[in-house]
């Protein structure tokens, strides 16, 4: 026999669940208590890192329907949103989702569904990593100079360094972060100056 799980996710903890639980109820689901994750974390956090997810993969079992109302419950990344899935489709889990009219994602129109949500995050992504490289080719050509800004400290580094000071001690002195300080120190090493 089937058994309906939910997942309700909200990103901060000024938000609640309560609206998903009452959406999925009105969409006919009577879920068990025991049976909704509800979880505050950020959608950009895998699912399969969140403790949430994880509590109910351990739950759900083959045959078993785990509803969410919106695909972004699962993350925010298409790519994620399918990998979780198409996991849940390997165990033999039907994943619902409200929003797609309570298409049953596992199924043929589910995977047809998700195969177009990809296509238009890898379009997506094709677009914004255009759109970049029309900007930093832009940038070049305007002559401004890309990457991290050029420390002259190098020399100081060095300098302070051979008067036996710590990283943190020309951090300080120097009023740069120390990050700084240690690439700069290994610089100076390989360059042969201290």
């Known amino acids: 026999m089937s058994r309906a799980f939910a997942y309700c996710r909200v990103s901060t903890t000024g938000q609640n669940t309560a609206n998903q639980i009452q959406e999925i109820e009105a969409a006919g689901f009577a879920i068990q208590s025991q049976r909704v994750i509800e979880e505050t ?9 969140r403790q949430g997810f994880q509590k109910l993969l351990e739950r759900i ?21 399918r990998s979780t899935v198409e996991s ?17 994602l596992t199924s043929p129109a589910g995977k047809m569904t998700m195969a177009v949500i990809a296509s238009v995050a ?11 490289q029309a900007g930093l080719q832009r940038t070049k050509a ?15 580094v060095a300098q302070l360094k051979s008067e ?10 120097l009023e740069i972060s120390l990050s700084t300080v ?13």
Not at 88 to 103: E, M, Q
Not at 144 to 155: A, D, E, F, I, M
């Open 41 to 49: 974390v950020s959608g950009s956090i895998s699912a399969k890192d």
């Open 61 to 81: 079992e083959e045959g078993d329907v785990l509803v969410v109302t919106k695909l972004d419950r699962l993350g925010r990344n298409a790519m994620d949103v």
């Open 182 to 194: 240690k690439r700069l120190w290994n610089q100076n090493i390989q360059v042969g100056r201290v």
């Open 88 to 104: 849940l489709a390997t165990k033999g889990v039907r994943v619902h989702c409200l929003a797609l009219g309570g298409v049953d």
């Open 142 to 156: 305007a002559g401004t100079r890309l990457g991290r800004p050029s420390s002259n400290k190098g020399t100081e």
């Open 122 to 132: 890898e379009f997506e992504r094709d677009l914004l990593v255009e759109r970049t």
């Open 164 to 173: 036996g000071l710590s990283q943190s001690a020309v951090a300080k002195r």
